[in-house]
């Protein structure tokens, strides 16, 4: 057998206020409330747990590349172009702050979305070959 990582299992996300920000991920993007204090939330969704932890103001997951762009620590895939847009379309109905849907020069498309405290993310037309294969989807 060979130790290795075999996948994330948690990811933690800087907010303001965790009331809010968890209503805003159950409502907005169908997070699964599973726990919650005055400190932090724990969320089911994206077959992962996201751990919402409560900040200071003014800090994000993002951070800035050597050109100064801001960039997002989080890539969410989706099943192809069609729910690409449909999710699109449904974050905009919901007045979720969102990006254009973008050809970045490599296979499938993209948009980046923020959640309340600024957290910016992405998201991507295509699921990872390995998650097709051990979910069964075509």
Not at 11 to 36: F, H, M
Not at 74 to 80: A, H, K, M, S
Not at 86 to 105: C, L, Q, Y
Request: net charge negative; no cysteine.
């Amino acid at each position: 057998m060979i130790d290795k990582l075999l996948r994330v299992g948690t990811t933690y996300i800087p907010v303001t206020n965790v009331e809010l920000s968890s209503e805003w991920y159950v409502n907005k993007l169908g997070a699964e409330l599973s726990y919650k204090d005055e400190d932090k939330a724990i969320l089911n969704f994206a077959n992962q747990s996201i751990f919402l932890v409560k900040s200071n103001e003014n800090q994000s997951s993002n951070f800035y590349d050597i050109n100064g762009v801001e960039r997002f620590s989080l890539t969410f895939e989706v099943n192809g172009l069609s729910v690409l847009k449909a999710i699109h379309k449904d974050f905009t109905e919901k007045e979720i702050r969102v990006g254009e849907i973008e050809n970045r020069g490599h296979s499938g498309r993209n948009f980046v979305f923020y959640d309340l405290d600024g957290n910016k993310f992405d998201v991507w037309s295509e699921l990872s070959p390995t998650f097709k294969e051990k979910y069964l989807i075509s």
